[in-house]
């Protein structure tokens, strides 16, 4: 395939906003700049670049206000529930569980992948950071590091090796020809060892920066999460600790009843139960937009019409000020999908260039055949495809790469899922801060940059001694 000008500058801004990532700046002005340009380039006018600058966050926050409005709702129920003093009880019986941060690190691991494997990370994080991620936060520990733990254990461990669901092992296999199981039983493995060497380090990188229970700062960390800001609302109720007391008992519950429900649809419906990923946030979702609606009644009776709509903005406020800056920044990349590109750059669909993918799959013939280089070089592609955010849409890449470079020293199972956890580690959740892992962050009150600064390291290793291992081992 011949690669033109646009592709060259794409790449070089890649290359630019990468690197800038590296040095801990901002990386808003180059990708805003860069799909400027490269709009610019492509369709040979400038006026193209200014309609393809403003489409491309048009189109980046069509795709991800799902994240924002769930988070956004969740944040208001958090809200509303602590006008009643609800938000405290209901996380006092898990608290006995979570008696310091070094268990509640663990805790959060074991329950994030368990949940994730069945229903993947969307519809888990809400469950996790409404009920778990508090308790562990005033356990001592912080809230980054509970984002980290939610983050490798479900976005990165469970979601990569896709193993109840199957959709990750199927679209490598398809790709690579091959049955659907080979590319499993690897990918579990290979899974469980990036997870373990990345939460493992994690856990010793940060545990320095745990806290006692008695920590003012656990209070102040608990306040930032929820939104809380210093407007209180006068209750209208004469029984608040009734109300309180109801609905520290009531949230849990219908959070179960989600959560049995779902489980209920799979075990009736096969491994698809139809509450995975989106599906299953929106309901998710749903059932907190009536428990923020049923709270703000108990709480501030007639003037719950005026409390909800605030609770609501302080969720938009506060969801568009912690990830806002995600918005520029997916648009740049899904400029270089062309499933988003189409909308971009207003052409046809036969029409529109997928100028990443280009850049990778140009680079085929120049990929070595010893097995180290070729394992290395199907992970790295697999990152670098996971670059758009998505996790998923790499997969028939690094799949067919496996069939066409496997050989009597390693074979196309292995590098599919090699490829595999490059691609969805990346783009699934834990090293791009334009995919899901804004939710996380959104939910504990971090900064998705910084989020992805302190899993970088953690992550690359346990890639990078799974990817070695698969050579020698599997």
Request: charged content about 10%.
């Amino acid at each position: 395939m011949e690669l033109t000008m646009s592709h060259w500058i794409y790449g070089l801004f890649t290359f630019i906003i990468i690197l800038t990532m590296v040095f801990r700046k901002g990386v808003v002005l180059p990708t805003l700049l860069g799909t400027f340009v490269v709009a610019w380039m492509f369709n040979g006018d400038i006026i193209s670049g200014f309609v393809g600058v403003f489409n491309a966050n048009l189109v980046a926050a069509r795709e991800l206000f799902n994240i924002f409005l769930i988070i956004t709702f969740m944040v208001a129920l958090l809200r509303s529930l602590k006008d009643l003093g609800a938000d405290t009880r209901m996380i006092q019986p898990v608290q006995k569980i979570m008696i310091n941060s070094h268990v509640s690190f663990f805790v959060l691991v074991i329950v994030t992948y368990v949940i994730s494997l069945f229903f993947w990370p969307t519809p888990a994080v809400p469950l996790i950071c409404a009920l778990l991620v508090p308790a562990a936060i005033r356990s001592g520990l912080p809230a980054m590091v509970a984002a980290i733990a939610v983050a490798l254990a479900g976005q990165g461990m469970a979601l990569s090796s896709d193993y109840i669901i199957q959709v990750a092992p199927g679209l490598s296999a398809k790709a690579a020809g091959i049955e659907t199981t080979a590319v499993m039983d690897q990918a579990l493995i290979l899974s469980l060892i990036t997870g373990g060497v990345a939460i493992t380090m994690a856990y010793f990188f940060n545990r320095k920066n745990f806290r006692s229970k008695n920590d003012p700062m656990n209070e102040k960390e608990i306040n930032t999460m929820q939104g809380v800001t210093e407007k209180n609302q006068v209750p209208s109720s004469r029984n608040i600790h009734m109300w309180s007391k109801t609905f520290s008992i009531l949230v849990p519950l219908a959070m179960l009843a989600v959560m049995v429900f779902m489980i209920s649809t799979k075990l009736t419906s096969g491994r698809m139960g139809g509450f995975e990923g989106g599906n299953g946030a929106a309901f998710i979702g749903g059932v907190a937009v009536i428990l923020l609606l049923l709270s703000t009644i108990a709480f501030g009776k007639h003037r719950a019409l005026d409390y909800v709509s605030d609770h609501i903005t302080e969720g938009f406020v506060f969801a568009f000020k912690a990830m806002g800056p995600v918005i520029p920044i997916a648009g740049f990349f899904f400029l270089g999908s062309a499933e988003f590109a189409k909308d971009i750059l207003v052409l046809p669909t036969e029409e529109t260039p997928s100028l990443l993918f280009d850049l990778v799959q140009s680079s085929q013939d120049f990929l070595p055949q010893n097995a180290f280089l070729t394992a290395f070089s199907i992970l790295l592609i697999g990152i670098i495809t996971g670059l758009d955010g998505s996790g998923f849409s790499g997969l028939p890449l690094t799949g067919a790469l496996s069939a066409s470079l496997s050989n009597g020293s390693i074979d196309a199972s292995t590098l599919a899922a090699i490829g595999q956890m490059g691609t969805i580690w990346t783009g699934g959740g834990t090293l791009i801060a334009w995919s899901s892992l804004i939710a996380i962050a959104g939910f504990c009150g971090v900064s998705v940059m910084d989020l992805v600064r302190k899993n970088f390291i953690p992550v690359m290793a346990g890639l990078i001694i799974s990817t070695t291992i698969a050579i020698f081992l599997l």
